[in-house]
């Protein structure tokens, strides 16, 4: 069975800071990966949607990064802000599953102002 | 434009009845997802369409749980004999068309609790 884990769980950082969300996965045979926002109650917004080509990409103050052969993804968050303030889920898509996203159980972050 | 919208946006009912959940999906989006979200957990596939065929419904947990997009627009998820464990977010997704590229566009769920 294939599965996505995020680390940490949760995550405070005070207001400016830089902070980097991780995600790792079991298999490197991917069509992509995708990071969405969630803000509680709400439903998931895609930030940044990575091909299994590609080695990044950036989207204002967030950069995610992929590293197939290791199965591991990272979402840089630059100068943070209260904003910011979400649940950050990371999804694949594996080629064995075809078109379904297999997530993780979410990265909780809360930047203090 | 429009986004995916789901409803009804909460719905409480009891142990045993039957419930139906609606999706309308960005126009022209071919491909349509069911997503079901348990609290503290990311959300798990549950059923995906592209058109009006369920291409795989391999995340359906057992045969209380049923969907349809009859004219491959609108889906609805039914749900037969409800049981407490059934309560969670239940989300739809679409995306303009089914193959490994495209970005899933998510509604804003529907919060189904069952006493």
Redesign the interface.
Known sequence: KQEVTQIPAALSVPEGENLVLNCSFTDSAIYNLQWFRQDPGKGLTSLLLIQSSQREQTSGRLNASLDKSSGRSTLYIAASQPGDSATYLCAVRFMEYGNKLVFGAGTILRVKS | GAG?SQTPSNKVTEKGKYVELRCDPISGHT?L?W?RQSL??????LI?F?GTGA??D??LPNDRFFAVRPEGSVSTLKIQRTERGDSAVY?C?SSPS?P??D???????T?LTVL
């Open positions: 995916v491909a997802y997503y503290g957990q990311g959300p798990e596939f995906y592209q291409a795989d391999s995340g989300l997704a089914g490994s590229t970005t899933q566009y998510f509604g804003p769920g919060r």
